[in-house]
């Protein structure tokens, strides 16, 4: 799978990585979506690699009070990072897991279907 380089706010105490700003501004991200760290992949969809985190500060999450340009009204800060998106692991085995039980149905049935014949 392809991986493009993607901007967002890297908060390092929940292992988050927020994406989409409003309004223009680079260090403020409404926090409508985020990429979980590898390691909380357990429920699949996405997650983000290969993270190059800058020392500029930026803030999360608009707590939908006052002006979204303002810092003061995001609820979790972080550091601007250029990142990765990539797919969890478990969605790489969906399609041979259900080829495979597909595969031991289609011979349980047949086997199960000759010998009613026999």
């Not at 988050?16 to 429920?43: H, K, W």
């Not at 190059?52 to 500060?57: A, E, G, I, M, Y």
């Amino acid at each position: 799978a392809m991986a493009n380089a993607v901007n967002g706010c890297y908060v390092v105490g929940t292992a988050r990585m927020y994406y989409q700003t409003p309004n223009g501004t680079n260090t403020l991200f409404e926090g409508a979506g985020f990429y979980v760290d590898i390691n909380q992949c357990s429920n699949g969809g996405q997650y983000f690699g290969s993270l190059s985190s800058t020392n500029t500060n930026c803030w999360a999450v608009y707590d939908g009070s006052g002006s979204k340009n303002q810092s003061s009204n995001y609820l979790v800060s972080g550091k601007k990072a250029t990142f990765t998106v990539l797919t969890c692991p478990i969605d790489d085995y969906i399609l041979p897991f259900m080829m495979v039980l597909g595969g031991i149905g289609f011979f349980a049935l047949r086997r199960r279907l000759m010998f009613s014949l026999a």
